[in-house]
């Protein structure tokens, strides 16, 4: 496992772990900008049980709540 991880994080500039939660933000990323889901759906779609803490990982990743970036982005300001 470690050489492997070694490989993918030399590969991806990130660990499985965090490559996959980013492939997970970006997903929700896509259904905050194109739905009208409510956040904790949002959360479920992507994997996560608790709104709680994805709104928590969600803001570490992208330093805005899921709240504001879907705002921001059917304010057009977020591509």
């Known amino acids: 496992y470690s050489w492997l991880r070694r490989k993918f994080r030399a590969y991806t500039g990130f660990s499985p772990g965090q490559y996959h ?7 929700a990323q ?7 889901l409510p956040i904790s ?3 479920a779609r992507i994997g996560m049980s608790g709104v709680h803490y994805f709104s928590r990982v969600f803001r ?5 709540s899921p709240s504001e970036y879907r705002a921001r982005a059917q ?3 977020i591509a």
């Open 60 to 64: 570490a990743k992208t330093g805005v």
């Open 75 to 77: 304010g057009n300001e």
């Open 21 to 27: 939660l980013q492939l997970r933000i970006n997903r």
């Open 30 to 36: 896509e259904l905050l900008r194109a739905t009208s």
């Open 41 to 43: 759906e949002v959360a």
